[in-house]
Nanobody
């Protein structure tokens, strides 16, 4: 199992930026994929970004151009840089680690975007 700790959420105005961090308990090279997801009450969980063991990233069109996923393998940490934030980006953001036998989730961090 992988322990994940998210941080960096908060309250920001429309157009602002936040950087979320997801610190993993073990080497990122031992994890197949780390993804950022978000959930808003009443809505389905939404994939925001993923980064693979090899460092390849993928983002949906809804955030592409505004969000960037990156990592620091020395710190075992994955980042989600969020720019040009909109009220509809308001959600609880979670990171998930996928390995061959288990998925692990962090506790989530709240992002609130106000106009």
């Amino acid at each position: 199992q992988v322990q994940l700790v998210e941080s960096g959420g908060g309250l920001v105005q429309t157009g602002g930026s936040l950087r979320l961090s997801c610190a993993a308990s073990r080497s990122l090279f031992s994890i197949d994929t780390i993804g950022w997801y978000r959930r808003t009450p009443g809505k389905a969980r939404e994939l925001v970004a993923t980064i693979s063991r090899r460092g390849f990233s993928n983002l949906p069109d809804s955030v592409k151009g505004r969000f960037t996923i990156s990592r620091d393998t020395d710190k075992n940490t994955v980042y989600l840089q969020m720019n040009s934030l909109k009220p509809e980006d308001t959600a609880t953001y979670y990171c998930k680690a996928e390995t061959f036998d288990l998925d692990s989730w962090g506790q989530g961090t709240q992002v609130t975007v106000v106009s």
